[in-house]
Nanobody, 122 residues
Framework: QVQVAESGGGLVQAGGSLRLSCSAS????????VGWFRQAPGKEREFVSA??????YYADSVKVRFTISRDNAKNTLYLQMNSLKSEDTAVYYC?????????????????WGQGTQVTVSS
């Protein structure tokens, strides 16, 4: 049984920063594609960022502002979010894929956390 859990969401003013964390039991982050998605009210879930080994991938909307990283010793994934904008408001999900290929379609990821709310006030 793989369990994924996110933490670190909250309310922040525009221009501020937050760091999300993700842990997973039953999967070694070094051997799988791991990623972050988000879903705003009334919108579809969308790709934010992914990581496989040392390769990182970002949606154009967050490139430069967000940084994905991993602590191998803790088997924990992070998403550092800087210069937050109101349009970044969403529930953020951590996902793990039974594959080393990181894809952007949410439907191709295998395990999901329950999500953590990020609200950016303008």
């Amino acid at each position: 049984q793989v369990q994924v859990a996110e933490s670190g969401g909250g309310l922040v003013q525009a221009g501020g920063s937050l760091r999300l964390s993700c842990s997973a039991s039953g999967r070694n982050f070094r051997r799988h594609a791991v990623g972050w998605f988000r879903q705003a009210p009334g919108k579809e879930r969308e790709f934010v960022s992914a990581m496989i080994r040392t390769h990182t991938y970002y949606a154009d909307s967050v490139k430069v502002r967000f940084t994905i990283s991993r602590d191998n010793a803790k088997n924990t994934l992070y998403l550092q979010m800087n210069s937050l904008k109101s349009e970044d408001t969403a529930v953020y999900y951590c996902a793990v894929r039974n594959n080393i290929v990181p894809v952007r379609s949410p439907g191709e990821w295998d395990y999901w956390g329950q999500g953590t709310q990020v609200t950016v006030s303008s």
